[in-house]
């Protein structure tokens, strides 16, 4: 990917989350599910507090109180019910605090070419571009396509394959997909490999280029600057080293692929370009 696509992308996380600075609200706020930890203090009454492991079936045991249910509720949503149980059976203007010690119940984990890869809350409605963001965008070495896996009503993992141009740069919102707890999120990292195009070109040398986008023939030479006036483009080579590792030359007239005769040449990783010279 170019780097001016790069910069508009760039451009666009910003405002992403510019505009999750501007419009967040409290519906963003994490909804606390089975496996959280909450840590619970209620003020001036140390026997109370106490650290509870949410239930399966979305429950905390509070002195007191006993089971009580808190899965889809948000933390202030917890303090809220606490404080009104608390008050309706035992105690007089309870103040009660609620801490999330420990984030399980939903989680999306985002791997490969973002910069700060790893586990994240999924606070409220949040989509893939958003969490790509969150996780510091995209570095220069991604792929051309975001695999997300999720795991069905069934239990069993499907991916999601979401082509990274038509995200980005043509802008798909279908393609935009909201999230879910335990997704995760991989986009996989495209290497940067050479090919080398010497001889009667304007620029020979090594050109790097991405594994998923090695050149043609012709796009390595026109990479390169272009034949030289004095190239014979008849009897371009390029040398490769073939399944068992033997060096192979293959000679391909040019000239044929310029005139449409001939299908262009498509280049393999460390592929060796000559371009000859003419002999007047």
Avoid at 75 to 80: F, L, P, R, T
Avoid at 132 to 154: M, P
Avoid at 238 to 255: C, F, G, P, S
Avoid at 263 to 273: C, F, G, P, S
Wanted: net charge positive; no cysteine.
């Amino acid at each position: 990917m170019r780097k001016t696509n790069f910069h508009r992308i760039g451009i666009l996380f910003f405002y992403l989350i510019l505009f999750g600075m501007v419009f967040g609200t409290e519906s963003e706020e994490y909804i606390i599910g089975p496996k959280d930890l909450l840590e619970i203090s209620v003020f001036g009454l140390d026997e109370l507090n106490t650290t509870a492991r949410v239930s399966e079936d979305g429950l905390i045991t509070v002195a007191l109180l006993g089971e009580v249910k808190v899965a889809g509720l948000t933390k202030s949503g917890v303090e809220k019910r606490l404080t009104r149980l608390f008050e309706e059976r035992f105690l007089k203007n309870p103040q009660v605090t609620v801490f999330i010690e420990e984030y399980r119940s939903r989680i999306v984990s985002i791997l490969g070419a973002v910069n700060e890869p790893g586990d994240y809350k999924l606070l409220g409605r949040q989509t893939l571009l958003q969490m790509i963001s969150q996780a510091g965008g995209l570095t220069e070495d991604a792929g051309k396509e975001i695999n997300v896996i999720r795991k069905k009503e069934d239990g069993v993992n499907a991916s999601l394959k979401v082509p990274l141009e038509d995200l980005m740069e043509q802008g798909d919102v279908e393609l935009n997909m909201v999230l879910k707890p335990g997704d995760i999120i991989n986009i996989p990292i495209d290497k940067i490999v050479r090919v080398y195009v010497f001889g009667q070109v304007k620029k020979p040398g090594a050109l790097e280029v991405k594994k998923s986008n090695i050149p043609t023939l012709l796009r390595a030479v026109a990479q390169a600057g272009g034949f030289s006036e004095r190239a014979n483009k008849g009897k371009v080579s390029i040398k490769r080293l073939n399944d068992q590792d033997k060096e192979v030359q293959i000679i391909v007239n040019a000239k044929a692929i310029i005139k449409g005769k001939k299908k262009d040449i498509q280049l393999k990783e460390n592929d060796v370009v000559y371009v000859p010279e003419s002999v007047f």
